[in-house]
């Protein structure tokens, strides 16, 4: 199970959930206080916290989330400074909680060393699921701020080959703004239009 957390003024949290073993791994938990009662709602233990990069309204809740939860480890990449990292992970590194599996994947260019994070859907016979952090956006991707367009794109093309199957859930909600901006740049566009409605019509959900 995968619950989105709405936190800030458009970022997103995750948490995945191990339904049988009642276990839980956060992903990007920026709003502490907003994680936490999701996980008290949820009744599950929280295991693992997943960071995609450093900043602040991805990483803000770790020091909270893993005082609160001792047993709790948390995962990021070791060039990145992810505040209260305590294991660090490569590219194709795999984190195991239950029967979750989730392999992350570097990819940087938004930050040094962002990764994202892919949860394998054979064990819940299920769609795999990318977690983006600020790599990849509905119609966008992120800023680079300490990489190159050349080394996103070149981090964008890792996610290229998943499964047309593939869940995204991205790190922020912008799908109305790069919409906008595609439809200013392609204003004849009619995927762009469909698109747009059909966001329009699941916000309104």
């Known amino acids: 199970k995968v619950l989105p957390i709405p936190v800030l003024s458009d970022n997103y949290s995750y948490l995945i959930i191990d339904t049988q073993a009642r276990l839980a791994v956060a992903v990007d938990p920026s709003d502490p206080q907003a994680v936490q ?13 997943l960071c995609t990069h450093k900043h602040w309204d991805h990483s803000g809740g770790n020091r909270d989330l893993s005082r609160r939860h001792q047993d709790c480890r948390v995962y990021g990449s070791p060039q990145d400074g992810i505040p209260y990292l305590t294991h660090p992970l490569c590219h194709q590194d795999v984190v195991s909680v239950g029967r979750l599996q989730i392999r992350a994947l570097a990819t940087p260019g938004h930050t040094q060393g962002h990764l994202v994070y892919l949860l394998d859907g054979e064990p819940y016979k299920g769609p795999s699921c990318l977690f983006s952090g600020d790599l990849l956006f509905l119609s966008g991707c992120g800023r680079t701020f300490e ?24 790190g922020h909600e912008y799908a109305e703004e790069n919409l906008g901006f595609a439809g200013v740049v392609e204003p004849e566009n009619l995927a762009r239009e469909r698109k747009m409605q059909w966001v329009q019509r699941q916000r309104m959900e």
Not at 37 to 49: F, Q, R, Y
Not at 149 to 170: I, K, Q, R, Y
């Open 37 to 49: 009662a999701s996980i008290e709602k949820e009744g599950v233990n929280l295991v693992a916290i």
């Open 147 to 170: 990489g190159t367009a050349e080394t996103m794109l070149s981090s964008l093309d890792t996610v290229l080959g998943l499964g047309d199957d593939t869940l995204l859930w991205p």
